[in-house]
């Protein structure tokens, strides 16, 4: 089983980028459970949602507290709230920010970590540019397919034209489809990408 | 058809399968996603003839369901905690009275102190009202359990409750099989109530009973839930031909025929339990999982012969009965009686506390070597506890508890997140 937490922000579509990765799953003809942490919805408070993807039936209905990914829409948050709490040792970490993993003081977090599985991306500008709102939950979510390759970016497609109609999809669908390159790009940059060594080969 | 949806709306579409007449639902976390989807369909015209009626409060929902239900129409509402003690008078007139109202209780904790998050104190409250009240254990289950229950209700003209649990159901998004049309057709007749108001044949439905006939109409009510324990397995049977799955029935066992140890729970838990279960069997534990889903009528001969081969049980219930100790434990010892088995109870989740998997572990190890008190509460910060208490043998006036609690907590407010 995978499991996925999802931190940022009320009006941030926290709790849709967990459920649209949970539809994303189905659709590649897995099991997947996508819950809210269960809160009254206040824009700008913190929000958490979940995700789990497995091939078999998911009972379980705790939180997650050991993630083997955490997507990270607002950086503001690294200063109010562990957001990395229980994050499995090679585990996965996507964070919307202009600027880097190193910028953002993150580095001794890394150290002792897969460094290739940190990654940052401008979700918000890319929401702002395609969809003409500053929403990043859906570019994340297909930075996420192009970091882990839990998910496919079609699939994320597919959920996005299952939420979404008309221009909103079709902004969406161009956000996801730049957020996807711009992740490939800095993992084929990154010193031990493992996509690297595929080319290569 | 196969879907990755949420709880709430798959239990709307579920309710529009089965065609109902009249709905009226006052909004209140976490049922408002099934009212707010429902009212959209009958809207978009997609239910038509069926009525969505906006009432001013729950009281008036549930007043509302009556005079439809009266009336012949097949009424349907849904509401949780505050929600469902305001409406407590007319709960049990509708039983009182044998309308087959279909509710769902989105199962969540009563304040004070306030609280919006999941426990069964809302619908365990209403435990006596003579509504039958059935847990789902998953979303899928909370479809199912709904078109049963109209089946049911309608044949027995009582009004049934179907409970899932707050958030961890309502909003949680997972695959579930939405029924055809044509099955839940098939399954479901028309509503051919049981006494109807009619001016062409005027009866009166609520009429004032006295001493020497309310004894008879209250043991009818009973009599009824008996005729449901017999009924809902042969429904759930039926219900497996025609949708070709395993839901409902008054009881559903796990791993147990082995079980030294056994534990008992309602609704969406026992995923997490039978998640624990299969671990610790693995590692050589011989321990199961019995799960009620018919909480009213209570299947005590069910529990009973479930309970038959094990040495010990565990009742885990999201409900604490305040100067007593467990709600649902005391009807599984009343089950039990006579037996000599050695019962636990562990009362958690209270106000959406986690239940978490480890917490289970380590409680189900006390229990099989009996080193439980006879009422456990799972996860209590007894530090915060006997501060609260130590402050009120100190001072005389010692304050607000709930505010006490969180300042010890190091809490300022509620944690939304």
């Known amino acids: ?201 | 058809m196969l879907k990755q949806t949420e709880g709430s709306k798959a239990v709307a579409e579920a309710i529009g399968l089965c065609r109902p007449e009249v709905i009226c639902a006052y909004p209140i976390s976490p049922q408002t996603h099934i009212v707010e989807a429902l009212g959209e369909m009958v809207k978009s015209g997609e239910l038509a003839p069926c009525e969505f009626i906006n009432v001013e409060s729950e009281f008036a929902a549930m007043s509302v369901a009556i005079g439809a239900s009266a009336a012949g129409a097949r009424a349907y509402t849904a509401t949780a905690s505050q929600g469902l003690l305001f409406m407590a008078e007319a709960v049990y007139n509708a039983s009182g009275l044998g309308l087959p109202i279909v509710m769902t209780v989105a199962n969540r904790a009563i304040g004070a102190p306030i609280n919006i998050w999941n426990d069964h104190s809302d619908s365990l409250s209403q435990r006596d009202s003579g509504w039958m009240q059935l847990f789902a254990e998953t979303n899928q289950e909370a479809v199912d359990l709904h078109i049963q229950a109209f089946r049911l209700a309608e044949e027995l003209s009582m009004p049934i409750m179907v409970c899932m649990d707050g958030f961890i159901l309502t909003h949680a998004f997972e695959r579930i099989d939405i029924p055809e049309q044509n099955q839940v057709d098939s399954y479901l007749p028309p509503f051919d109530p049981r006494q109807v108001l009619d001016p062409a044949e005027p009866v009166s439905i609520g009429a004032m009973v006295g001493p020497e006939a309310f004894m008879e109409v209250r043991y009818l009510a009973h009599a009824k839930q008996m005729q449901a324990i017999e009924r809902i397995p042969q429904l759930a049977a039926e219900f497996k031909q025609v949708f070709g799955r395993d839901s409902g029935g008054l009881i559903r066992t796990y791993r147990i025929d082995d079980a030294e140890t056994v534990i008992i729970a309602m609704g969406s838990v026992l995923g997490t339990i039978k998640d624990t279960v299969d671990e610790m069997r693995e590692a050589g534990h011989k321990i199961g999982v019995l799960g009620i889903i018919s909480y009213r009528p209570f299947p005590l001969d069910q529990v009973r012969a479930a309970l038959k081969g094990c040495r010990r049980f565990l009742v885990l219930e999201k409900s604490l009965a305040v100067g007593m100790g467990g709600i649902v434990a005391t009807d599984v010892r009343m089950a039990v009686s006579g037996t000599g088995l050695k019962g636990f109870t562990a009362i958690a989740g209270l106000g959406g506390r986690p239940i978490t998997k480890a917490s289970l572990h380590k409680l189900f190890r006390q229990a099989e070597v009996e080193a439980l008190p006879p009422v456990t509460f799972l996860d209590l910060d007894w530090d915060v506890v006997n501060k609260q208490l130590e402050r009120e043998r100190q001072t005389r006036h010692s304050g607000p508890i709930a505010e006490n609690v969180l300042h010890d907590k190091g809490i300022v407010s509620a944690k939304f997140g």
């Open chain 1, 1 to 201: 089983m995978f499991q996925i937490r999802v931190h940022g922000r009320g009006g941030q579509g926290v709790v849709t980028a967990a459920e649209m990765l949970s539809v994303a799953a189905f659709e590649e003809g897995r099991h997947a459970q996508a819950f809210p942490s269960f809160g009254s919805e206040r824009t700008g408070a913190p929000v958490v949602a979940f995700c789990r993807i497995s091939d078999k039936e998911i009972r379980l209905r705790e939180p997650i507290m050991e993630p083997d990914a955490v997507i990270i829409q607002d950086p503001t948050l690294l200063h109010q709230i562990d957001v990395f709490a229980g994050l499995k040792q090679d585990g996965y970490v996507l964070l919307n920010s202009q600027h880097s993993i190193e910028e953002l003081g993150l580095s001794e977090l890394v150290k002792d970590r897969r460094a290739e599985r940190f990654c940052t991306l401008h979700a918000t500008e890319l929401g702002l540019k395609h969809v003409g709102r500053p929403i990043p939950n859906v570019p994340l979510l297909a930075g996420f397919a192009a970091l882990s390759g839990i998910i496919r970016l079609e699939s994320v497609i597919l959920a996005i034209n299952e939420k979404f109609k008309g221009k909103v999809a079709l902004g969406n669908i161009a956000a996801a489809e730049e957020a996807y390159q711009l992740v490939r790009q800095m993992m084929n940059h990154h010193p031990t990408s493992p996509l690297k060594e595929e080319e290569h080969a």
